[in-house]
């Protein structure tokens, strides 16, 4: 069947596929333009090249086991997606969740978004030729997502945040490991401003190309960073507080213009007052957990649980492979209090048959978590704007249907418009601009 540009194509036009193996593109996007010479007349914007079908898989996993599924929709920010989801479970079963855990929550949300700003903006100055810049963030990248490998023990598909918490507590040593991740992030920040912001060839493919107004962002449904570069003033951290965000002081960054230089701006703007938020949450949480005080080297499992009990650090205790990473001593800290939607420690699973009977129900088919019936809808801010998940329960322990609300579609669906009357070349920044994710547009 022709397409629609195919349709209504001039006689002296021509027709152009620009991918979806453009490298540009990321293998998920094909643009049918229409060109006179290299300007660009009219266009069409086909996605799905990666359809995932993650809201009909997630009709028929428990609400425990489709976590992972989260992982993978912004894979450059897996933990904010994580966050979402949880925070949605958590508004439908009325759980408070433990102030500890919340900053973890905190510091481990805002380093996926600047991880998530990183790769946006690598990828966009590397597609316009300054790879300098691509290897200056892409090192800065490794800093933020070794911190995160030690915490969650992956470093993108992490399942780290959980309903009623987060998995484990951060890891020994995470202070110093943290303060080093800020530091150098800040010294590749300042670097990449003296880079590009002044610089006439980056300046020529940016400023002026894509200029969006507040009304048609508006009207597309943009959120984040792209609607911000409008200069309208909306982030959810703000609007809608969660987790610990109205105890800590940051700014929104907004600009001027819309164009593809502000929404690069933005972003680099972000991830200065990100950093501002980590070193807030950093302050209110203790440097060791009463967990890392017990020094584990020595003893056989059964002993080695019985001094975890008697509380006796001066022993020391080795584990087996079975129980490393034990982490009842912090689950008042990380967990909430309400047993029923908690996996049981390793240490009562495998000691007592209580620990074993609670573990086996968590998993077991119609059991584990059931919500009441009813319906919720809850977001949060991710690295490209309002992610948030709609929600409907049957009192099951699968959801009847579950819905997300991606912020890259409503952002891809502007971009026939934003390119129109620009030339080919103009395409490249602007699609870097929008920092389109696969796997959350094509979910």
Same mark, same amino acid.
């Given at each position: 069947?022709? !397409?629609?540009?195919?349709? *209504? ?49 997630? *009709? ?24 979402? @989801? ?153 609007? @809608? ?28 703007? *972000? ?28 003893? *056989? ?50 000691? !007592? ?8 129900? @968590? ?25 948030g998940y709609y929600i409907v329960s049957d009192g099951s322990d699968k959801p009847y249907r579950l819905h997300l609300r991606a912020p890259c579609f409503h952002i891809v669906s502007a971009l026939e418009e934003m390119i129109q009357g620009h030339y080919i070349a103009d395409v490249i920044p602007t699609f870097g601009s929008l920092n389109m994710i696969g796997g959350e547009l094509d979910r």
């Open positions: 069947m022709p !397409t629609r540009i195919q349709k *209504e194509a001039r006689r002296e036009s021509m027709l152009l596929n620009m991918g979806p193996s453009h490298p540009a593109m990321h293998g998920t996007i094909r643009i049918m333009l229409e060109l006179d010479g290299e300007r660009i007349l009219n266009s069409e914007v086909e996605v799905g090249y990666l359809h995932r079908g993650f809201e009909k898989i997630c *009709e028929n996993r428990t609400y425990f086991n489709l976590l992972p599924y989260t992982d993978r929709l912004n894979y450059v920010s897996p933990l904010i997606n994580n966050l979402g @989801y949880v925070m949605t479970i958590e508004k439908m079963l009325g759980l408070e969740v433990p102030e500890h855990a919340q900053y973890i929550r905190v510091i481990m949300s805002e380093l996926s978004r600047i991880s998530d700003h990183l790769t946006c903006l690598a990828a966009m100055a590397m597609e316009c030729g300054a790879f300098t810049v691509f290897l200056y963030k892409i090192k800065a990248r490794e800093f933020i997502w070794d911190f995160i490998e030690r915490t969650t023990g992956a470093r993108m598909t992490t399942s780290y945040i959980r309903i009623g918490g987060v998995r484990a507590n951060l890891h020994e040593g995470w202070r110093e490991d943290l303060i080093k991740a800020v530091k150098e992030t800040r010294l590749v920040l300042k670097d990449v401003h003296a880079l590009l912001d002044k610089n006439k060839i980056f300046l020529n493919r940016t400023r002026d190309i894509a200029v969006v107004s507040p009304e048609m962002a508006i009207n597309y449904g943009w959120t984040g960073p792209c609607l911000r570069s409008t200069g309208v003033y909306y982030d959810v951290r703000k609007a @809608y507080p969660y987790l610990v965000y109205d105890q800590i002081d940051f700014e929104v960054p907004l600009g001027e213009r819309g164009d593809n230089f502000d929404r690069y701006m933005v972003r680099m703007l *972000e991830m200065e007052q990100s950093l501002r938020i980590i070193e807030q949450a950093m302050k209110k949480l203790p440097d060791r957990s009463p967990a890392s005080e017990l020094n584990t080297e020595g003893l *056989e499992p059964a002993e080695a649980i019985k001094m975890a009990r008697v509380r006796q650090p001066e022993k020391k205790v080795k584990l087996s492979p079975n129980l490393q990473g034990m982490e009842k001593e912090n689950y008042p800290l990380i967990l909430t209090s309400d047993r029923r939607y908690i996996m049981p420690p390793k240490e009562d699973v495998y000691t !007592t048959i209580e620990g074993l009977i609670r573990h086996f129900k @968590y998993f077991m088919r119609g059991h584990g978590i059931r919500p009441p019936k009813g319906e919720v809808y809850f977001s949060v801010e991710g690295g490209n704007g309002e992610l």
